[in-house]
């Protein structure tokens, strides 16, 4: 099996040492509570002076901060700390086997691989096997790729999908006898967690084999009733800036060196994630909901009527009282080619409804209205919200706004790649922020 075909790894992977509390080591992917420092806080407190992931990575919460620089250092000192004290211990190379209980009703299942950053690209209208779903926000990476260089070790909250709706990839590897890994709780109430090893031939063939088998030719073609499309195996799900990180910080390496050996074998070349089954029973898509901070909320609508007619769009703004984000609420606005946003501010509530709309979706004829207006308005911050309680706490403070926005079928994403490219930025979430990828496993990046 040729591996490379598929841009597959087999990892060396770090694990703690089985005397390492797992529920302190392991923390939450570093872009969620944006807005929301006091989970962050619990989260230091909690830990405290225990070895734990959270002194290897950088909350996003603090970017532009104080701490920032500080904390930039820090990363790098525990990291060779963790490595001197021999507080993570090498695995034989292979992948592992994920199954994290959410809720009592509810749970994900995944593959933790490496992919090769080779066949990735972030660019705009990229064709890669590997393939960004959302727009890549370029302003997002320097403090990412600071961060990565200057690191001897990756440890990954990134989640790729792939479209696997026999289930033959991931599903029946939980029917085999494997050794387990791990079984702990979670903190902050993010549910249990179980890891299995997976490191004999056979079975790593045998995965490599039916990932193979998703993107032959003529079953690709068939799926997506396609012929002239390149094959697109793996999308980014949740990690999209840290994958694109890796991908920047490789190109780097490469300029630096000459040995063509030494660049086939260089293990920054690869990137821990975590692969899952975009027709797992545990993955929803969630909405992306943004919040506008120092906003003049007449002036903005004015500038929204301005820009929407440029693009050949009509915009209307009506109050509505009560605050309405419930499909059932929002029917009397709807109409055909008409895209409705709820929207909250301090005083009021209300939609906004454009009418003949030149993008497929609410958030890409959102989004080109905000990158526009922050644009122009540089004293504006915008953050990406998962969850419409916390929009309506930060919208409906003085001088902000509130914009929700709508789920996109997860069974639509795929064939919208394929075909129309990536989404607008911040498109969807898999799920809420307490069901976002814990970091937990390591891998070194430098030789």
């Known amino acids: 099996m040729n591996f490379e075909k598929i841009a597959l790894h087999v990892p060396t992977i770090l694990l703690p040492r089985p005397d390492i509390d797992l529920t302190k080591w392991a923390v939450i992917a570093c872009d969620q509570y944006t807005s929301q420092p006091e989970y962050w806080e619990s989260t230091k407190k909690y830990v405290a002076h225990h070895p734990s992931t959270l002194h290897l990575i950088f909350p996003e919460v603090y970017l532009g901060s104080e701490q920032e620089e500080q904390m930039v ?15 993570l211990v ?59 260089k200057n690191s001897v070790m990756e440890v990954p909250h990134i989640m790729v999908l792939i479209d696997d709706p026999e289930k033959t990839v991931i599903e029946p590897l939980f029917k085999k006898d494997l050794e387990l890994l791990c079984d702990f709780e979670l903190m902050m109430e993010g549910g249990h967690l179980r890891n299995y090893k997976i490191d004999e031939e056979e079975v790593i063939n045998e995965i490599a084999s039916c990932l193979a088998r998703l993107v032959d ?34 190109e780097d390496i490469k300029k630096q060196i000459k040995d063509p050996s030494i660049l086939s074998n260089h293990p920054a070349r690869y990137a821990l994630v975590e692969l899952v089954n975009i027709h797992d029973e545990g993955i929803q898509f969630e909405p992306i909901h943004r919040v506008l901070f120092n906003v003049n909320f007449s002036d903005m609508l004015q500038q929204m009527e301005m820009v929407y007619q440029k693009k050949g769009c009509r915009i209307e703004y009506r109050r509505t009282g009560d605050l309405i984000t419930k499909e059932s609420q929002l ?27 030149t993008f497929s979706s609410e958030v890409g004829s959102l989004q080109f209205f905000l990158d526009e207006y922050l644009n122009n308005n540089p004293k504006t911050k915008i953050d990406y919200i998962h969850g419409a309680t916390v929009v309506e706490t930060l919208g409906s403070k003085k001088n902000n706004v509130g914009f929700y926005l ?24 898999l799920g809420e922020p307490e069901e976002k990828r814990f ?9």
């Open 439 to 447: 970091y937990l496993e390591c891998r070194m990046i430098s030789p």
């Open 90 to 148: 090498p695995q034989k190379p292979g992948f592992i086997l994920v199954e994290r209980q959410i809720n009592p009703n509810k749970t994900r299942k995944g593959l933790l691989v490496a992919l090769d950053l080779e066949q990735y690209s972030y660019q705009e209208g990229s064709q890669a096997l590997i393939r960004s779903t959302e727009g890549t926000i370029l302003e997002r990476l320097p403090p990412r790729i600071k961060i990565r």
């Open 331 to 357: 029917q009397e606005f709807q109409q055909k080619n008409v895209h409705v946003v709820p929207l909250v501010t301090e005083t009021e509530n209300g939609v906004l409804i454009i009418q003949e709309p």
């Open 406 to 429: 709508p789920a996109m079928r997860k069974e639509d994403l795929f064939k919208t790649i394929i075909m129309d490219g990536a989404l607008p930025q911040k498109a969807f979430s």
């Open 217 to 250: 030719r003529e079953v690709f073609e068939q799926k997506y009733n396609v012929t002239d499309k390149e094959l697109l195996l793996y999308a980014m799900g949740d990690g999209n800036h840290s994958f694109a990180t890796a991908k920047a910080t490789w």
């Open 73 to 87: 250092k820090s990363i790098s000192e525990h990291m060779q700390q963790y490595f001197e004290e021999e507080v």
